[in-house]
């Protein structure tokens, strides 16, 4: 299949069926891809998109990174999902919380997504390591902050915890991103919430982005559906593990610590790529 840097240059045929172009190997690949990015979800409630875009492109394979945001994002919604169930279970989560995030953030996330869409596929992979660069610095800045463990979503902070989730949905629609690694961080900075709480309740937030988001690419037909459903497996196994781990390292400073470490990681080779590209 010919693809431009865009999508532009693609038949209907190939918007219906991205999926024609991948093999047997390219499947169990992204199974693999599916489990480390379930692993990080369960451990800091992000960074699922991530690796779950980069992973779709230069891993797997996939020739168009509009197709790899759009099978990413349903992918991750629902990894996110499972990873929620999880923290439900271990009392992480500040429900209120993550559905006034969660609303304010749909918002965003369909105003993002659908300019998302018009922009150039290469482009759009080289902003969203900028903006990984970015928010790695901040939480560095921040692992010592403990946060206070009673933190509630009230009337005082509402308007704070709003506007956060709005600006956190435009990033994760316009970047097709869950938006954990900006969830987590406008939790803890609108609500002061322990780490461990902001990543169990980001996950409210993550799922409903990313089911926002694919719906809007689903739409266009930027969805790769089998390989979508080998990735959520892959996920599901990644995400119980990962869960685990975060319990461990709860109140350590290392939950921040290693999510910031996998951005710079990642962002730093996405640059590397789109760059070469562009």
């Keep these: 299949m010919a693809c431009s840097k865009g999508t532009s240059g693609w038949s209907s045929r190939n918007l219906q069926r991205p999926h024609d172009v991948l093999d047997t190997l390219q499947?169990?690949?992204?199974?693999?891809?599916?489990?480390?990015?379930?692993?990080?979800?369960?451990?800091?409630g992000g960074g699922g998109s991530i690796l779950a875009v980069p992973l779709m492109v230069y891993l797997v394979g996939m020739p168009s990174a509009h197709v790899a945001i759009g099978t990413s994002a349903?992918?991750?919604?629902?990894?996110?999902g499972t990873g929620l169930l999880s923290h439900a279970r271990g009392h992480t989560v500040k429900w209120r919380c993550?559905?006034?995030?969660?609303?304010?953030?749909?918002?965003g996330?369909?105003?993002?997504?659908?300019?998302?869409?018009?922009?150039?596929?290469q482009k759009l992979l080289f902003l969203f390591a900028i903006v990984m660069l970015v928010v790695g610095v901040l939480m560095l800045k921040g692992r010592g902050n403990g946060g206070i463990l009673g933190a509630q979503c009230n009337r005082e902070n509402a308007p704070k915890v709003l506007s956060f989730g709005l600006a956190t949905g435009l990033f994760s629609g316009f970047f097709g991103i869950g938006g954990g690694f900006l969830i987590v961080p406008g939790l803890v900075a609108s609500?002061?919430?322990?780490?461990?709480?902001?990543?169990?309740?980001?996950?409210?937030?993550?799922?409903?982005?990313?089911?926002?988001t694919a719906l809007n690419?689903?739409?266009?037909?930027?969805?790769?559906?089998?390989?979508?459903?080998?990735?959520?497996?892959?996920?599901?196994a990644g995400g119980f593990g990962g869960t685990a781990v975060a319990k461990r390292l709860s109140g350590t400073g290392m939950l921040t610590t290693v999510f910031a470490s996998l951005i710079f990681?990642?962002?730093g080779y996405m640059l590397w790529k789109s760059a070469h590209a562009l």
């Design 265 to 267: 990681v990642v962002a």
């Design 98 to 107: 993550g559905g006034m995030y969660a609303v304010a953030g749909v918002l």
């Design 191 to 212: 609500t002061r919430m322990p780490m461990i709480n902001a990543v169990g309740t980001s996950l409210v937030a993550v799922t409903a982005f990313g089911l926002t």
């Design 109 to 121: 996330a369909l105003v993002g997504s659908t300019v998302g869409k018009a922009v150039d596929g």
């Design 27 to 44: 499947y169990g690949l992204g199974a693999l891809s599916g489990a480390l990015v379930g692993f990080s979800l369960g451990l800091v």
């Design 74 to 80: 349903l992918a991750v919604a629902a990894n996110a």
């Design 217 to 236: 690419y689903a739409l266009s037909g930027f969805i790769d559906w089998p390989l979508a459903a080998v990735f959520i497996a892959g996920g599901i």
